[in-house]
């Protein structure tokens, strides 16, 4: 009986990862056909050729779409790392008036749609003269309440005692944040950092409101502007930029899984 469960559950394993799966493989092989193979629903390509990607390259300035997600979603990861572990240590080690009501105040805001705060952010990036400009692709992003909440469950396992002894032997609160809790917060350090990575990589709308011109859009507007006014769009091209923007996060995705899924799950029992 064990044996038929095993086998069962196998099976809807490969059927889950099959249907997961084939839309990228379906898309990675798009990019290899010419516009005639697409219109017939071929799975396969006649022939392999990397004309797509080049033509994607020269349509687009999808080099430098490319360097805006990067080094976007790099600065606004690190800008969450660093404000959410410095709020989150407040929380758990500084004792002040209304800490466990100002957290629950600050988590609450998980609750408010994006779209809710969208306008009134977009008002004051306007007023402050960020339009077109990388700090407002960045700054608006570095307050994370889930970012905290997570850095907090992690810190929390950290004993008290440790840091009253540190206070007791003159360490500062820096030092003990920098040399004692970083440390030991490896784990939920790397699963904001891919999470907050992933999540800038593969923003649209807000770029798509606070940028208007090449040299601050991120690739996800470039993917937007290979699709013509035509009737007929090169989706063979498409896809080809398609899959260039998707295997940097595939490969942090896999590369980062086990420590994501540790992190989560250590932030979800602590």
Do not use: H
């Not at 559950?9 to 990228?24: A, D, E, G």
């Not at 007023?127 to 905290?148: C, M, V």
């Amino acid at each position: 009986m064990s044996i038929l469960k095993k086998v069962i559950l196998y099976c809807l394993l490969i059927i889950s990862v099959v249907f997961m799966m084939f839309p990228i493989f379906y898309a990675f092989m798009i990019s290899f056909m010419q516009g005639g193979e697409v219109l017939k629903g071929n799975l396969i390509p006649d022939s392999f050729t990397f004309a797509n990607y080049m033509t994607a390259f020269e349509k687009v300035p999808l080099i430098r779409y490319l360097w805006n997600s990067f080094f976007v979603s790099a600065i606004v990861m690190i800008g969450q790392l660093i404000v959410s572990s410095l709020a989150a240590f407040a929380f758990v080690f500084i004792p002040f008036k209304g800490r466990e009501f100002i957290f629950f105040l600050f988590i609450s805001t998980m609750m408010i749609p994006w779209e809710a705060t969208m306008v009134p952010n977009f008002l004051l990036v306007q007023k402050l003269g960020w339009i077109n400009e990388y700090t407002s692709l960045t700054i608006p992003f570095f307050a994370l309440a889930f970012g905290t909440f997570l850095m907090r469950q992690q810190f929390k396992t950290i004993p008290k005692e440790l840091f009253e002894a540190s206070q007791v032997a003159g360490i500062s609160r820096f030092r003990f944040f920098w040399n004692i809790v970083l440390p030991v917060s490896k784990t939920s350090f790397i699963t904001l950092g891919i999470y907050s990575f992933l999540t800038t990589w593969n923003m649209y709308l807000w770029p798509l409101l606070v940028t208007n011109n090449e040299s601050v859009r991120t690739v996800q507007i470039g993917l937007k502007q290979l699709q013509s006014q035509e009737i007929s769009t090169e989706w063979g091209v498409v896809m080809a930029a398609v899959v260039v923007v998707i295997l940097p996060t595939l490969i942090l995705l896999f590369l980062g899984q086990k420590r994501l899924q540790k992190g989560l799950t250590q932030g979800a029992i602590k």
